[in-house]
């Protein structure tokens, strides 16, 4: 326990903080240049399944497939859990079908739908026909419910007791549960719920309340009846915003006709709230995908894709410089400073687009406050416009000793901010209103916007007072 | 129960999920414009405290102290805890000293610290003043820890019990303390802890475990002792991490000593896990604060101080593109395609940088994998700075009738191209060696970085070449 302590001391980011020190990395290393599975496998034996999942992210395809075949037997199913999915999938084709259905088997319904959606129809059969019935049952149902919905998020195992219990038999049936062969109960639950008998929760009863209380009272006096009830159908997002919002640790899930089904814990509830966060991330960031694991070529593919949305954007900044040209031709200090209003704009806009794009996530911005937002952006960038106009307005003229030159980076200085504030903010208002993430290509949308006007605002006005 | 499955089905981002429904919120405004504080009251009263709070976020700054003032003693002091920042500060100024104090005494410890460290030295010496002794006492034990770490993550209520006892014993413990008048069990709580003598903490007991096991049974023999212990100086982003990797609900916290001093609960790492997301986002969208909520001139002063960032390196650009002024003069067309070049860079570049921010963020990417990372984005790079160099040199001799003119552009793109992949990995990576926040201010040095190499290498080119 010391030790442990001591590990997390002063651990940062550079650092691997958990698993594996430097030497049992070394050592590893060397047993896969000598190819010795036998020592590899004693290296990785007792190790807790997170740690060999980051160990089989961090190493190249190759030596995922040897790692997998070295752990043989001891290979943990909830490795699987953990793997990016890239990983996953090469870890599961090393695996086999056979071995695949075994693992399976073993897992919570939820994590084994999870690792079976991601298999192709034949290999979903042919570990499915593998499994033992009961199992499959479960985990066939699951798969029934559409992707990123609480039935796919729930696990099947939920712990309900009747109305008439009191809270002696239900401690009673918990320690009987557990000494039967066949135990149903989940292997970690942190609240119960009593149901009705149309099997539909009328309350539920967190743990630490239940330890707290004599074993004579009926169920029914402790049991809180206003729980949020999540619908097996709600999108996940849905749900994680329900758990933050009402910091729940659990909850349970129903199905249409308003029967229990199943529970969703805070622990996937996690992965969703991660998942959300990079997604979010890698839109803005034109990345589309998660892409750190993938292959080379699949990686280049995803960004030409976005580069190639982007060209479309720079072509037609081209095409308004191009209006330009005899401009230009007269006054070389134009294409000097042009970039200059395009920059500011596209960095501005970009700002507000994040604060958007973040708040709409979070919820914080509604319909009841959008217009607040937009307005308050637009201010933002005319104050902003005013202050650079002046700083590079004052730049210019002193360069170029041209005053007029400084007064029209200025004007189309001010022109940039304002539009960029503006489409900062109804960009990705606009993309959540047509039901589109708002994150997704609002980047490109915006610098195209910001690219256009600024270089626009600024040759025209140099055309137009200048020439 | 029915109703509130109802509720979610089919929501989407854009309605108000929660708590108001369309008429609620019309009765509030029309509250709010007649002044009618009781009817204001009336209308929010038995509303969850997250759901008031959310509605505080949305409104104005004068309606937030009307509201907070109508509320008068209904005020839930857990609505503080759901506040942004921004918007806490105003409503502790509305609630004053007293009613302040009143309210960090009914919240639990680890929150009442939260609330109380934002406020100023006098406010917190007079709220900690107003409060009970030994609610005071652990509440200032609390603000000795340095911020964002363990220390002030956990909530000093622990439930301990001694390696001696039986499951039964533990049981009639946790019965009688719920009994006494002055509680000091958490109200909500999943795993107990096994001390020995020193109060060392020797193993977790999950409260399902504990609940379906035998009365006689010692508490020893169902003690998990493979527990994660954190140091109560560790870094809430290694605490988020550790129950991440873990899937933990709860961790006991050690002082230097070793002895159990606090718990750590998923609910306060689920915040953790939301502000590292959204500081990522935030720093990478170069706003640096939370800042939906501030008012406007704040909001002005944080984006423009990355403005300012931005303007030197446009101006780096600007004095790169002033070398050529002559070769600009003499074949205007480079001025038209210029920005191509840049603008491409800077969108592969941001692409690296995200992947390469998140990879670092999620303990992806390691000093073990770290120069992998960067082989394979330059990699990347080449291969899309080879496509598009084809693409973009293919349009610009189309439309220039100058074959010369596009092998510029495509020469230019490709090299581009390879120092966005190279400095999109690169200058995360190293600020992160360096301790810095990988995010922070990487997107300005990845483009002047790209918009540098993207002039210079397009307008040296033509010069040497065209001309």
Chains 1, 2 share one sequence.
Not at 276 to 304: K, P, Q, Y
Not at 364 to 374: D, F, K
């Amino acid at each position: 326990v010391a030790e442990a302590a001591d590990t997390d001391r002063g651990t940062t980011h550079a650092k691997v903080p958990l698993g594996f020190d430097e030497a049992t990395l070394e050592a590893i290393a060397q047993a896969f240049d000598a190819d010795n599975a036998d020592a590899l496998r004693t290296l990785l034996v007792g190790h807790h399944y997170a740690d060999i999942a980051d160990l089989l992210e961090s190493l190249s395809a190759a030596r995922r497939v040897a790692l997998v075949r070295a752990l043989g037997d001891a290979f943990d199913p909830d490795i699987l859990i953990e793997l990016d999915e890239t990983v996953r999938d090469e870890v599961l084709e090393a695996l086999g079908p056979r071995r695949v259905a075994e693992a399976v088997a073993e897992l919570e319904s939820d994590d084994a739908v999870e690792v079976l959606r991601d298999l192709d129809a034949d290999n979903q059969r042919a570990v499915l026909d593998a499994m033992p019935v009961f199992e499959r049952t479960l985990v066939q149902q699951g798969l029934t419910y559409p992707e990123d919905s609480a039935g796919r998020l729930m696990q099947r195992e939920a712990v309900t007791v009747p109305q008439t219990w009191t809270v002696g038999q239900t401690i009673d049936f918990l320690r009987q549960s557990a000494d039967e062969e066949e135990n149903l109960l989940p292997e970690l639950f942190y609240e119960i719920y009593v149901v009705d008998p149309r099997h539909h929760p009328v309350g539920r009863i967190g743990l630490s309340r239940l330890l707290r209380t004599r074993r004579p009272v009926p169920v029914t006096d402790i049991l809180d009846a206003d729980m949020r009830v999540i619908d097996v159908a709600t999108d996940q997002e849905t749900v994680a915003f329900l758990f933050r919002q009402r910091d729940l640790v659990s909850a349970p899930v129903i199905d249409a006709g308003g029967r229990l089904v199943g529970v969703i814990t805070i622990d996937d509830v996690v992965d969703v709230i991660d998942e959300e966060a990079e997604e979010d991330i890698m839109l803005l960031g034109g990345v589309g995908e998660r892409d750190l694991f993938s292959a080379v070529l699949e990686t280049t593919r995803h960004r030409a894709w976005w580069l190639a949305v982007n060209l479309m954007a720079a072509l037609t900044s081209a095409m308004v410089i191009s209006l330009f040209q005899s401009t230009i031709e007269q006054a070389v200090a134009l294409a000097v400073l042009m970039p200059i209003v395009a920059s500011m704009g596209g960095n501005a806009g970009i700002q507000t687009l994040t604060v958007a794009v973040r708040g709409l996530a979070t919820r914080e911005i509604t319909p009841a406050n959008a217009l607040r937002v937009v307005n308050k952006e637009v201010i933002v960038g005319t104050i902003n416009g005013v202050l650079f106009a002046i700083v590079t307005g004052t730049v210019a003229w002193l360069w170029f000793g041209q005053p007029m030159l400084g007064l029209v980076l200025g004007l189309a200085m001010v022109a940039n901010l304002i539009v960029a504030g503006m489409a900062g903010a109804a960009i990705p208002l606009t993309l959540n209103r047509l039901g589109y993430d708002p994150a997704l290509g609002s980047g490109v949308f915006l610098t195209t916007v910001t690219d256009v006007v600024g270089f626009f605002a600024f040759l025209g006005l140099a055309a137009w007072i200048l020439l």
